[in-house]
């Protein structure tokens, strides 16, 4: 039985409490406050156009810096938390966790595991104009869009339920800027200590024309749920001792406690060309690794474990690793604006799973072995390639139009 991750954390600078009307008012607030304050205005993209998000006809969330700095949002789960509609059940970084918008998702919260690098095939994620699900550290993010209810005009395939979008900061060509920060936190039922830290660097190379930016982040989560019926010796061990005898029980199993523990890497490199007045180019990479040392479960029902221990007779690591090549191209031909995004994309992920328990289930004779333990090998390769060309009219006429088309390419293994 999957448990929702629960990880109250106490950050070094602690933060306010949350009330969601501070940063929800940054998305949809006012320009202007009752005391003469000026307010942020939030430019969005959602419609394919630059407008405010005051004006968008349908139902979305936009979150810029400041708010996910003081909601401490920092992955897709926390994000969920200033979505209304919006749900993310935290099951950890080893499997890809499930979104679901006003309720609805095709797959079930038990299939999670299986869903590789996805969201349960109703809920889209784009890194800019490339669609390419990720649960991105939000490092160095000019804003995230959340864009509720189906979106098949403008986003195709795979958003009948909602969309979710990540708009980095690109590379700015007129001035130098460098950036960092950190955070160490605790987790409850943990031992260990976290820490959270990045950093970001923007250098223009030619002024006004040409720039680099790179940002990196670095997560080391000390994991809270305790493995406490490891064997000690697979296919020795008796993987289902006598729990009433201690000696027994201590000669077959072993402990490992905190161990889902997570490691993550965040890496972007950016560069921004402005060939001509008319004519940007933004050329960038994206990596992302996930060391992820088990399971965020429990079996309290199933085994009577207790709520952070999970009965697995073998650990259940998992590494995941995210590569995305994006290269986006915008012309302004005057009436309209015509954008090329291009992207190339690979996701590895290699880790075990206990299977113990779920062969011994299916009756056909493992359970006449006592000291029969198994455990699974889990090995996926997906590549994608995707492009989009896009026609956006200009201008405050009376007909507004869009014109694109779309193509993608899956291979899995």
Known sequence: MACIRYSPRIAAAVATALG??????????????????????????????????????????????ESLDKLRINNLAEFTRAVPGLYVPDQGPRSSNLVTVRGLNVSSLSDSIANGNGTGGTVATYLGDIPLFVDLQMIDVERVEALLGPQGTLYGAGTLAGAIRYLPNRPDPAGFEASAGGRLYSINESDGMGTDIWGVVNVPLVEDRLALRVAAGYVNDPGFIDYDYIVREPGVSNPDPDFDDADDVAANLRKQEDADTEETLTGRLGLFWQVTDAVDANLTYYYQDQQVGGRTVNQDQAFGTGRYVAASRFLEPNDKTNHLLALELAWDLGFAELTSATGASKFESFGQRDQTDFLMDLDYGYEDFPQFAAYATDDLEEETFNQELRLVSQGTGKWNWIVGAFYNRYEGD
Not at 53 to 65: C, H, I, K, T
């Open 20 to 65: 969601l009307s501070v940063p929800m008012g940054a998305a949809v607030a006012q320009p202007v406050a009752a005391d003469g304050t000026v307010l942020e205005e939030i430019i969005v993209t959602a419609t394919r156009r630059e407008v405010n998000v005051q004006d968008v006809p349908f139902n979305m969330v936009a979150l810029g810096p």
